[in-house]
């Protein structure tokens, strides 16, 4: 669960079996590094089901907490990346191979793959590579329902230009977003002026807006008790 719909108090869910890309942007006094670690907590409990997770960290360690966690590969160099990137390219094929022959079961007791990118050298290092890029193609495309997900948790709140790096270009078509940041700051997707004025009024510690393709959302976030 992201939060609640402040329209209709009822609860805003991530549809996490769509796969693909979840991008989360904003101020950290707003609360978003709050709901990233909440996200990641409930990620790895039970109840979400098996869950792996790597993570591209950053020189800040933010995320160091799981650096030893059984269920986690954590670099905050970009060492790594290669390596991660063709591990989880080949546990994708694997699992698409068994899918074509026992479709839904196959998957049944398949950990989900979280790709955890937080480090801005990540994002060139990964932007720079073409294989790379075309195996996250891969994932957001012909293999989006193997269980893997790629979590961008430290997108900047700006507009993405035709010169961006390659993986900035993939966030920018892949509209699922979580914004931490008042409406009048939002630079990462275009709003109509009727959505600005809707939602004039600063945003509360925790608040952020749910974009999912061409819809906005104002949530009240859940972060840990």
């Known amino acids: 669960m992201l939060g609640l719909d402040y329209n209709t108090v009822s609860p805003m869910m ?3 079996a769509q796969g693909g890309m979840f991008t989360i942007s904003g101020k950290k ?3 978003k590094d ?8 409930a990620m790895l409990l039970p109840t979400f089901g098996n869950t792996e997770l790597y993570i591209l960290d950053d020189m800040t360690r933010r995320w160091s907490d799981y650096e030893y966690h059984p269920d986690t590969v954590y670099d905050n160099t970009t060492a790594s990346v290669q390596t991660i990137f063709d591990e989880v390219d080949q546990r994708v094929q694997s699992r698409y191979e068994d899918f074509a022959q026992r479709q839904e079961e196959a998957l ?8 955890v990118i937080e480090s801005s050298d990540a994002v060139a290092e990964i932007s720079a590579d073409k294989k790379i890029i075309g195996t996250i193609k891969g994932m ?3 293999y989006r329902m193997m269980k893997v997900l790629i979590l961008m948790t430290n997108v900047e709140n700006a507009a993405i230009p035709f010169s961006a790096p390659d993986l900035m270009k993939i966030v ?13 700051n939002i630079k990462l997707c ?4 009727s959505i600005a004025k809707k939602y004039a009024k600063p945003i509360e510690f925790c608040d952020a807006f749910y974009v999912n ?6 949530i009240k976030t859940v972060k840990l008790s």
Do not use: M
């Not at 709050?34 to 907590?41: A, G, S, T």
């Open 29 to 31: 006094e707003k609360g």
């Open 190 to 193: 275009d709003l109509s002026v």
């Open 14 to 16: 991530l549809e996490i």
């Open 172 to 184: 920018k078509d892949n509209r699922r977003y979580i914004i931490f940041d008042d409406i009048s």
């Open 213 to 218: 393709e061409n819809e906005l959302t104002k």
């Open 34 to 41: 709050i709901f990233v670690k909440y996200l990641l907590e």
């Open 140 to 142: 957001l495309g012909k």
């Open 108 to 115: 049944k007791s398949e950990p989900w793959i979280v790709i």
